[in-house]
């Protein structure tokens, strides 16, 4: 091997020529490298179809692709109408079609592109989505089209869905788990009976209310093509808008086509109030290792809509704050030292659980703590989740911001790993924006958030009044005009009380 100081050269013997190795070998083709032509194949592409209907596609390298529709439909539209159609609609979905004579056939007809089907409600989301083979996306579009439009809704298919509803109804209040529960309180006491406030679940009475009469009445002022967005990711775009013209455009849904009459646009009214559910948890887990009587709690403040732009702040600050169960808090990049384990898990030993959340909606938002603990230290756990409350106000550590900041971003990239995940991003989005803020733009927003920002957001979050939940033996609970009163004052103390008598 001769190398010399600007070129190498190699040479295999006498029979061949030394030849420099940056030169193109005689009689080989011409490789073609893989380049990068910047964000154009990856950026989200959005076509708007004559009905109003928008189509989203994100393309991903592989031979599967998730598709679906996302309406703008949910418990919160459900104010002129007895709650739990949401509810009602996500069992009934992927039933008999008009195409279809059961889901089996729906489930069959999925199987030869190796496909899967669900749906899923939200507050203010109506979800359905399909993944298959990539070769399988016109009768994927056509099947999506026909489960949304044109469902049969039969009386055999609506009376199995109110036992499958009164059964979660009944699920819900005895799981050991109470977070579900709690999340549909919190909303209820913040948005007293409107909008995210409306129940989630189906109220027991109201299961014998809902029949297909009452079910076509919503679908016809809800399921309409400009509330609607076809999102798909891991196809070209082109091909989703050409299955979308051929099974969307013209596709008459099965409860006509008059114009919408009643769809309630009100704005989420932000009330603040107290929601209280004496419940005897002491038999929740029996077994050999019986999870204890626990007394759960949960404190909310109105924060900001994810429209704004202090949405981006009130995540860091949710992150920042973290927390989890007593068991969970701990573990490698689970939030060892977010606020909520160092000053609450780590010094309170009696506490089983604090965790922030953060639920954000097109017109408002609403950060809250939940905490548990033994019925005894009720009053001594709403003092230190008020505390932590107003020491958000105080300004944040250079490090724990960092922190937070790069938790954030790796969570949201860690997350977009993920196609299901992808495909709900950019569906939800354009539902609500019209447009989509790519992962990088997030992070760009997210790395610019400074202390100021965090200490803006808050004070402004703690003019509001507080919601509250509370379930369990609630004997030391402290009153809703205390907790008030903590959250008013400069250290979140709770006022004092004397008893002459303990």
Same mark, same amino acid.
């Given at each position: 091997?001769?190398?010399?100081?600007e070129?190498r050269?190699s040479?295999?013997?006498? $029979?061949?020529?030394?030849i420099s190795?940056?030169?193109?070998l005689?009689?080989?083709?011409k490789?073609?490298?893989?380049?990068?032509?910047?964000?154009?194949?990856?950026e989200?592409k959005?076509?708007?179809?004559?009905?109003?209907?928008?189509?989203?596609?994100?393309?991903?390298f592989g031979q599967?692709?998730?598709v $679906?529709?996302?309406?703008?439909?949910?418990s919160?539209?459900?104010?002129?109408?007895?709650?739990?159609i949401a509810?009602?609609?996500e069992k009934l979905?992927f039933?008999?079609?008009?195409?279809y004579?059961?889901?089996?056939?729906?489930?069959?007809?999925l199987?030869?592109?190796?496909?899967i089907?669900d749906c899923?409600?939200?507050?203010?989301?109506?979800m359905?989505?399909?993944s298959a083979e990539?070769?399988?996306?016109?009768?994927v579009?056509s099947?999506?089209?026909?489960?949304v439009?044109?469902?049969?809704?039969l009386d055999?298919?609506i009376?199995m869905t109110k036992?499958?509803?009164?059964?979660?109804?009944?699920d819900?209040?005895?799981r050991p788990?109470?977070e579900?529960l709690l999340t549909?309180?919190i909303?209820?006491?913040a948005y007293?009976g409107?909008?995210?406030?409306l129940p989630r679940?189906?109220p027991?009475?109201?299961?014998?209310?809902?029949?297909k009469?009452?079910?076509?009445?919503?679908l016809r002022n809800y399921?309409r093509?400009?509330?609607?967005?076809?999102?798909?990711?891991g196809?070209e775009?082109?091909q989703?808008v050409d299955?979308?013209?051929?099974y969307?455009?013209? &596709?008459?849904p099965v409860w006509?086509?008059?114009?919408?009459?009643?769809?309630d646009?009100?704005?989420?009214?932000?009330?603040?109030g107290?929601?209280?559910?004496e419940?005897d948890m002491s038999d929740?887990s029996?077994?050999?290792?019986?999870i204890p009587e626990?007394?759960?709690?949960?404190?909310?403040l109105?924060?900001?809509s994810?429209l704004e732009?202090?949405f981006?702040?009130? &995540?860091?600050?949710?992150?920042m704050?973290?927390g989890?169960?007593?068991?969970s808090?701990?573990g490698?990049?689970?939030?060892?030292?977010t606020?909520l384990?160092l000053?609450v898990?780590n010094?309170?030993h009696?506490?089983y659980?604090a965790?922030s959340?953060?639920?954000?909606?097109?017109?408002?938002?609403?950060l809250c703590?939940?905490?548990s603990?033994?019925?005894r230290?009720?009053?001594?756990?709403?003092?230190?989740?008020?505390?932590?409350?107003?020491q958000m106000?105080g300004?944040a550590?250079?490090?724990?911001?960092?922190?937070a900041k790069?938790?954030?971003?790796s969570?949201l990239?860690m997350n977009?790993e993920s196609?299901p995940?992808?495909?709900?991003?950019?569906?939800?989005?354009?539902l609500s924006?019209?447009?989509?803020?790519?992962?990088h733009?997030?992070c760009h927003?997210?790395?610019s958030?400074t202390?100021s920002d965090?200490?803006?957001v808050?004070?402004?979050?703690?003019r509001?009044?507080?919601?509250?939940?509370?379930?369990g033996?609630l004997?030391?609970?402290p009153?809703?005009?205390h907790i008030q009163?903590?959250?008013?004052?400069?250290?979140?103390?709770?006022?004092r009380?004397?008893?002459?008598?303990r």
């Open positions: 091997m001769l190398v010399k100081a070129k050269y040479s295999s013997g006498s $029979g061949y020529p030394n190795l940056s030169t193109p005689p009689g080989i083709p490789p073609v490298f893989a380049s990068v032509d910047g964000q154009e194949k990856y989200t959005i076509t708007t179809l004559e009905n109003g209907l928008k189509i989203a596609s994100q393309n991903k599967f692709c998730t $679906g529709i996302l309406i703008n439909s949910g919160r539209h459900e104010a002129k109408y007895p709650s739990g509810q009602f609609l979905a039933s008999s079609t008009a195409q004579g059961s889901k089996d056939e729906i489930l069959l007809t199987e030869k592109h190796g496909g089907c899923q409600t939200s507050r203010d989301t109506t359905y989505a399909v990539v070769k399988g996306l016109d009768t579009v099947l999506l089209s026909d489960a439009l044109q469902p049969r809704l055999e298919e009376e036992m499958a509803v009164r059964f979660e109804l009944e819900l209040n005895m788990d109470p579900p549909e309180m909303h209820a006491a007293r409107n909008t995210v406030g679940f189906c027991a009475d109201n299961v014998d209310k809902l029949d009469t009452v079910l076509h009445s919503y399921y093509p400009e509330r609607m967005v076809l999102a798909g990711v196809i775009h082109e989703l299955s979308a013209r051929k969307l455009l013209d &596709a008459k006509g086509t008059s114009p919408a009459a009643n769809v646009l009100s704005v989420a009214q932000y009330t603040g107290i929601v209280k559910m419940k929740v029996l077994g050999p290792t019986p626990l007394t759960h709690i949960m404190i909310g109105e924060s900001c994810f732009d202090d981006i702040p009130f &995540a860091v600050l949710n992150m704050m973290g989890g169960g007593s068991f808090a701990g490698p990049g689970k939030g060892m030292f606020r384990y000053n898990l010094r309170h009696w506490m659980n965790t959340y953060h639920h954000s909606y097109e017109d408002s938002g609403l703590i939940h905490a603990a033994d019925p230290q009720v009053r001594e756990m709403v003092e230190i989740i008020t505390r932590e409350f107003i106000g300004s550590g250079e490090m724990e911001l960092e922190r790069t938790q954030l971003k969570m990239m977009l196609r995940v992808i495909f709900e991003d950019v569906g939800r989005q354009v924006t019209g447009k989509r803020k790519l992962p733009e997030l927003l997210i790395s958030v202390a965090i200490k803006k808050t004070t402004k979050m703690l509001s009044k507080p919601a509250v939940a509370a379930l033996d004997t030391e609970l009153s809703y005009e009163a903590a959250l008013s004052s400069k250290d979140g103390r709770l006022p009380i004397y008893r002459l008598f």
